[in-house]
């Protein structure tokens, strides 16, 4: 979800170790709605335990984590608070819509219907007990858990605007509108990829994207970035129909600021004065602590093979590659660079 | 632009090896006096400049200018010659490609767009307390024995000695040279870096026939080790950043 920059925004398809020693600001709930979206067993079903608790996300957050460490990469998971007032519409029919795609899967995997996996995943939902779980697992994981005001993207673009990290990781490309300077896209899901209810591998590599850069190629302002993404309809506000992005950068490229593409186009956008402002001065924190611990092994095999079922040989398995790449001890240049 | 030049097939696979260790593609300056490169590896942990003057060559004439080049074609092509061969090299600007022929074959390979090359890395500025200079072979047998113990070796200076030395689980092996096993050294301070065996292993294998190389160590510092090739006429700095002993 998200503003839909992607066909104008210019992207580098780059190596993962390219991102070794950098501190990555991960957006905590996108990855957690990925992983319970796409971690699901061939008719849909997501991973659970014995008491039916979910757990496709653990197994996530465990294996995928544990990849990102092994390159070298210094996670950071940023969650988000209280969402802003106005993007209440917004959720009211994002949960509409999830209600619908289970009620749709659960009948498409009684009658066994090939999309019942679609259906599935489209019903993905985030609710506390998963939230806390997968705080749990990281917290013994080692790997810090910052907690946002409200928005996860802004907090974490704070961080990248910061200096303490190097770059935000997320599928959506709202951290641009937050301002970050760097976005890695497909951070968790890089590697070799099997497409759903298809018999295809697709080999899936990090992209980066760079905030000046994309301005500068657009010959455009953060602000009418923003703007951009208005039209085309952001997590605030549905967008005009029928305005893509590429009509929408035409629009803001000829008349500077979106009211002028507005009045052009006699359409309207409800508060885009307070969501414009909600992009450029969004609810953050700047009181937060990034520490990686080592990993607590015994806590971690309690957690995920007494409570959830997980196969201790294979939980042992990755705690030792987790461990090993945990003592990351080599430095890079960056650190004796003028 | 314009870059035409003959070289002997050795001194060309020996520098691109040295390269080619570190990095997949990299961007080369074209000069009247020579070509040079400097190049970091995706991790930022390691640093490879070279240089190789037109005395190097049997032929040359070049302006200035950039070029990028694919090394892993590069050193495929050039794995084709004999030893003995003559490389011919010829830029044509207007199809971006470079031409190579030897032993009457000839290649003509697409230039990489600079643009996406990484950018050139920012050096370092070190101040290392300890310069020894000794023959290749001795650091490359190092690294092979650490090898077999360990994925790490330390290199430091103890009083008049020069040692290497890497620990695994169960088993471990040193290396010392003493002054007199060494070309030179001199130490105005304490030296004790660990580095990665992945990277200085590769970085070695440009060594074997080097008589003569420069290292510079300190105290959890880079490593910087210096030599030439091409009898004189190119050089190759490798810096590498160390690990942290826990």
């Known amino acids: 979800m998200g503003a839909d920059l992607r066909d104008i925004i210019e992207k580098k398809e780059i190596e993962l170790k390219e991102l070794f020693g950098k501190t990555i600001a991960i957006d905590a709930y996108n990855t957690l709605y990925q992983f319970l979206s796409i971690i699901r067993q061939p008719d849909g079903t997501p991973l659970m335990d014995s008491q039916g608790s979910i757990t496709s996300h653990l197994s996530g957050l465990l294996y995928r984590t544990t990849n990102l460490i092994e390159s070298g990469i210094k996670p950071v998971f940023v969650f988000d608070g209280k969402p802003p007032e106005f993007k209440a519409q917004t959720i009211k029919e994002r949960a509409e819509i999830r209600d619908a795609a289970e009620k749709r899967w659960i009948m498409a995997r009684t009658l066994g219907e090939e999309d019942a996996f679609k259906y599935a995943q489209a019903s993905s939902k985030l609710n506390s007990q998963i939230i806390g779980d997968a705080k749990t697992l990281l917290g013994y994981m080692g790997i810090p858990c910052i907690q946002a005001p409200s928005e996860g993207e802004a907090q974490a673009a704070f961080m990248a605007i910061n200096g303490d990290a190097d770059a935000v990781g997320s599928q959506d490309y709202d951290a641009l509108l937050f301002g970050a300077p760097k976005l890695v896209r497909n951070l968790t899901i890089t590697g070799r990829r099997k497409l759903p209810g298809k018999n295809i591998y697709i080999d899936i590599k990090p992209e980066m994207l760079e905030l000046n850069s994309i301005l500068d190629t657009l010959n455009i302002t953060s602000k009418q970035l923003i703007d951009i993404a208005m039209l085309i309809g952001t997590d605030y506000n549905d967008g005009i129909k029928g305005i893509g992005p590429k009509t929408a950068l035409k629009l803001i490229q000829k008349h500077g600021a979106i009211e002028g593409a507005l009045a052009e186009l006699n359409e309207s956008v409800e508060n885009f004065d307070t969501i414009r402002e909600s992009f450029l001065y969004p609810e953050i924190t700047s009181t937060y602590e990034i520490d990686w611990e080592k990993p607590e092994e015994a806590l971690i095999i309690k957690f995920l093979c007494d409570q959830h079922d997980f196969s201790e040989e294979r939980v042992e398995k990755v705690l030792e590659r987790l461990i090993e790449a945990s003592a990351q001890k080599q430095k890079t240049l960056d650190h004796w660079s003028p | ?246």
Do not use: C, W
Not at chain 2, 108 to 114: A, C, E, I, K, V
Not at chain 2, 146 to 152: F, G, I, Q, R
């Open chain 2, 1 to 246: 632009m314009v870059f035409r030049a003959v070289i002997d097939a050795d001194i060309l696979k020996d520098s691109i090896e040295a390269i080619s260790t570190l990095v997949d593609e990299a961007k080369f300056k074209l000069g009247p006096e020579g070509i040079s490169l400097m190049a970091v590896d995706p991790a930022n942990v390691a640093m490879v400049s070279f240089e190789l003057s037109s005395n190097a060559f049997d032929s040359y004439e070049s302006t200035e200018g950039e070029i990028g080049l694919d090394l892993v074609k590069l050193v495929n092509v050039l794995g084709m010659a004999k030893s003995s061969d003559k490389v011919g090299l010829e830029l044509n600007e207007k199809t971006h490609k470079l031409s190579i022929s030897m032993g009457g074959l000839s290649y003509t390979l697409s230039l990489l767009d600079l643009s996406s090359i990484r950018k050139e890395p920012k050096v370092p500025t070190l101040d290392l307390p300890v310069k020894a200079t000794l023959n290749g072979n001795d650091l490359r047998k190092a690294v092979k024995a650490a090898e077999t113990v360990s994925d790490h070796i330390i290199l430091g200076v103890d009083g008049d000695v020069l040692f290497m030395e890497a620990k695994g689980d169960t088993d471990q092996v040193r290396l010392g040279l003493t002054r007199d096993e060494l070309i030179d050294l001199t130490a105005s301070g304490p030296a004790r870096s660990l580095f990665s065996l992945d990277y200085l292993s590769d970085m070695s294998k440009s060594l074997k026939k080097v008589n003569e190389i420069t290292i510079h160590l300190g105290k959890d510092y880079p490593i910087k080790i210096n030599f030439t090739i091409a009898n004189g006429h190119g050089k190759v700095g490798y810096l590498l950043a160390p690990r942290i002993e826990s």
